[in-house]
Protein backbone atom coordinates (compact mmCIF):
# COMPACT_ATOMS: atom_id res chain seq x y z
CA UNK A 1 0.00 0.00 0.00
CA UNK A 2 1.92 3.16 -1.01
CA UNK A 3 0.46 5.57 1.15
CA UNK A 4 1.18 9.61 1.22
CA UNK A 5 2.74 10.98 4.22
CA UNK A 6 -0.51 12.60 6.15
CA UNK A 7 2.06 13.73 9.69
CA UNK A 8 1.80 17.16 8.14
CA UNK A 9 -1.62 17.49 7.97
CA UNK A 10 -2.30 15.87 11.80
CA UNK A 11 -4.27 19.27 12.71
CA UNK A 12 -7.29 17.65 10.77
CA UNK A 13 -6.77 14.10 11.62
CA UNK A 14 -9.73 12.68 13.64
CA UNK A 15 -9.67 10.72 16.97
CA UNK A 16 -9.10 7.16 14.94
CA UNK A 17 -6.96 8.82 12.33
CA UNK A 18 -5.08 10.86 15.58
CA UNK A 19 -3.53 7.68 17.22
CA UNK A 20 -2.42 5.93 13.96
CA UNK A 21 -0.71 8.93 12.14
CA UNK A 22 0.48 9.44 15.09
CA UNK A 23 2.56 5.95 15.85
CA UNK A 24 2.74 5.40 12.18
CA UNK A 25 3.84 8.33 10.55
CA UNK A 26 4.92 11.15 12.74
CA UNK A 27 8.59 9.73 11.94
CA UNK A 28 8.67 10.65 8.36
CA UNK A 29 8.25 14.55 9.00
CA UNK A 30 7.30 17.08 6.94
CA UNK A 31 4.84 20.32 7.91
CA UNK A 32 2.19 22.32 6.70
CA UNK A 33 1.95 26.38 6.13
CA UNK A 34 -0.78 27.64 7.71
CA UNK A 35 -1.61 30.18 5.04
CA UNK A 36 -0.80 28.11 1.69
CA UNK A 37 -1.26 24.78 3.16
CA UNK A 38 1.45 23.53 1.18
CA UNK A 39 3.31 20.78 2.65
CA UNK A 40 7.02 21.08 3.33
CA UNK A 41 10.02 18.10 3.46
CA UNK A 42 13.56 19.14 4.83
CA UNK A 43 16.08 16.61 4.02
CA UNK A 44 15.39 12.91 5.82
CA UNK A 45 11.75 13.66 5.07
CA UNK A 46 9.78 11.45 2.90
CA UNK A 47 6.07 12.88 1.46
CA UNK A 48 5.23 8.58 0.04
CA UNK A 49 6.15 5.49 2.51
CA UNK A 50 4.76 1.77 2.04
CA UNK A 51 2.27 -0.07 4.25
CA UNK A 52 3.30 -4.13 4.19
CA UNK A 53 1.27 -6.90 4.89
CA UNK A 54 3.78 -9.92 5.12
CA UNK A 55 3.03 -13.59 5.82
CA UNK A 56 6.17 -14.14 7.70
CA UNK A 57 6.08 -17.07 10.04
CA UNK A 58 4.88 -20.61 10.29
CA UNK A 59 1.33 -20.72 11.16
CA UNK A 60 0.62 -18.15 8.15
CA UNK A 61 -0.08 -14.99 10.77
CA UNK A 62 0.17 -12.30 8.46
CA UNK A 63 2.43 -8.88 9.85
CA UNK A 64 2.31 -5.15 8.96
CA UNK A 65 5.48 -2.94 8.54
CA UNK A 66 5.31 0.30 7.89
CA UNK A 67 8.63 1.21 5.67
CA UNK A 68 10.18 4.09 3.98
CA UNK A 69 10.46 3.68 -0.08
CA UNK A 70 13.93 2.84 0.36
CA UNK A 71 13.76 0.24 2.94
CA UNK A 72 10.62 -1.19 1.26
CA UNK A 73 13.05 -1.79 -1.62
CA UNK A 74 15.72 -3.19 0.06
CA UNK A 75 13.17 -5.88 1.94
CA UNK A 76 12.00 -6.46 -2.12
CA UNK A 77 15.56 -6.66 -3.52
CA UNK A 78 16.72 -9.23 -1.05
CA UNK A 79 13.39 -11.20 -0.53
CA UNK A 80 14.21 -11.86 -4.32
CA UNK A 81 17.50 -12.35 -3.77
CA UNK A 82 16.80 -15.16 -0.89
CA UNK A 83 13.88 -16.77 -3.25
CA UNK A 84 11.19 -15.64 -0.98
CA UNK A 85 9.57 -14.38 -4.91
CA UNK A 86 10.12 -15.78 -7.82
CA UNK A 87 14.09 -14.61 -9.11
CA UNK A 88 13.00 -11.90 -11.77
CA UNK A 89 10.31 -9.26 -11.71
CA UNK A 90 8.61 -10.24 -15.04
CA UNK A 91 7.84 -13.76 -13.07
CA UNK A 92 6.63 -11.84 -9.74
CA UNK A 93 4.42 -8.60 -10.92
CA UNK A 94 4.41 -6.79 -7.76
CA UNK A 95 0.63 -5.67 -6.86
CA UNK A 96 -0.09 -2.43 -4.85
CA UNK A 97 -2.75 -0.38 -3.78
CA UNK A 98 -1.96 3.68 -4.54
CA UNK A 99 -2.98 6.55 -2.03
CA UNK A 100 -3.61 9.18 -4.55
CA UNK A 101 -4.16 11.78 -1.36
CA UNK A 102 -8.52 11.36 -2.07
CA UNK A 103 -8.85 8.10 -4.00
CA UNK A 104 -7.04 5.03 -4.02
CA UNK A 105 -6.22 3.07 -7.02
CA UNK A 106 -4.77 -0.51 -8.04
CA UNK A 107 -1.45 -0.69 -9.66
CA UNK A 108 0.46 -4.17 -11.42
CA UNK A 109 3.96 -3.71 -11.80
CA UNK A 110 4.99 -5.94 -14.36
CA UNK A 111 7.27 -6.15 -17.76
CA UNK A 112 5.24 -6.43 -20.92
CA UNK A 113 7.10 -7.61 -24.20
CA UNK A 114 5.88 -6.26 -27.49
CA UNK A 115 7.07 -9.52 -29.61
CA UNK A 116 8.68 -12.66 -29.02
CA UNK A 117 11.95 -10.92 -29.68
CA UNK A 118 11.31 -7.61 -28.13
CA UNK A 119 12.76 -6.08 -25.06
CA UNK A 120 11.24 -5.88 -21.95
CA UNK A 121 9.07 -2.59 -20.95
CA UNK A 122 9.10 -2.19 -17.39
CA UNK A 123 5.26 -0.91 -16.49
CA UNK A 124 3.07 0.29 -13.91
CA UNK A 125 -1.09 -1.01 -15.07
CA UNK A 126 -3.24 1.35 -13.21
CA UNK A 127 -7.20 0.10 -12.59
CA UNK A 128 -9.28 3.30 -11.78
CA UNK A 129 -13.23 2.38 -11.53
CA UNK A 130 -14.33 6.02 -11.77
CA UNK A 131 -14.19 8.65 -14.94
CA UNK A 132 -11.08 10.90 -13.77
CA UNK A 133 -7.82 10.60 -14.93
CA UNK A 134 -4.77 10.46 -12.11
CA UNK A 135 -1.77 9.38 -14.94
CA UNK A 136 0.02 12.51 -13.52
CA UNK A 137 -0.23 11.71 -10.00
CA UNK A 138 3.26 12.26 -8.03
CA UNK A 139 1.86 8.89 -6.10
CA UNK A 140 1.79 6.85 -9.47
CA UNK A 141 5.03 7.84 -10.41
CA UNK A 142 6.66 7.04 -7.18
CA UNK A 143 5.31 3.75 -7.41
CA UNK A 144 6.91 3.08 -10.72
CA UNK A 145 9.86 4.05 -9.16
CA UNK A 146 9.10 1.62 -6.39
CA UNK A 147 8.67 -1.03 -8.75
CA UNK A 148 11.21 -0.97 -10.99
CA UNK A 149 14.24 0.10 -8.50
CA UNK A 150 15.55 -3.61 -8.33
CA UNK A 151 16.33 -3.89 -11.50
CA UNK A 152 18.92 -1.08 -11.05
CA UNK A 153 20.49 -2.67 -7.93
CA UNK A 154 21.30 -5.96 -9.76
Not at 21 to 36: C, L, M, N
Not at 92 to 99: E, K, M, T, Y
Not at 105 to 111: G, K, L, N, P, T
Request: hydrophobic share 40%; charged share 25%.
Amino acid sequence: FVRYNQWPEIEDATHEELQRITAEEQAYGGVRDPKSLAMHYEEGDISFWVDTSVRQDSIGESHRFCRTPLEWQRWRFESLQKGVAAADTAAAPCLFVVDLNGHFVSAMACELVEDSGGKAIPTLVVFNTTQSSYLESPALTRTFDLAFLDQALT
